[in-house]
């Protein structure tokens, strides 16, 4: 399974950007992928996680600013409202050996994921 981000940028605080993520390789119908995020000095964290059935889930720093979908092999992330804190180098993650989210959307973490794109930077400035 390959992963291959595209999309990040620099954007004003405010602004919007949206994150791409291609997905080859997988051959499963249904699905557990989302995205994480990394700040320098931090720790990997969830943003938002979509399963097969619609599931999703975000962390409640990105509620109703952000939006994760999925269209035939291709993960969106669409960010809008932008603060400084969301600087960080987002993560593109697929669970390829089960294809479901251990546990559920809620539960899954950065380790239940074993496939992961190079990651793509995204800074916000104001």
């Known amino acids: 399974v390959q992963v291959v981000e595209s999309g990040g940028g620099s954007v004003q605080v405010g602004g919007s950007l949206t994150l791409s993520c291609t997905v080859s390789?997988?051959?499963?119908?249904?699905?557990?992928m989302g995205w994480f995020r990394q700040a320098p000095g931090k720790e990997r964290e969830k943003v938002a996680l979509v399963e097969s059935g619609s599931d999703t889930v975000y962390a409640d720093s990105v509620k109703d600013r952000f939006t994760i979908s999925k269209l035939a092999n291709t993960l969106y992330l669409q960010m809008s409202s932008l603060k400084s804190e969301d600087t960080a180098t987002y993560y593109c993650a697929v669970q390829a050996a089960w294809g479901i989210c251990i546990g559920g959307v809620s539960r899954a973490n950065a380790d239940d994921f074993d496939s992961w794109g190079q990651g793509t930077q995204v800074t916000v400035s104001s």
């Open positions: 390789g997988y051959t499963y119908k249904r699905y557990c």
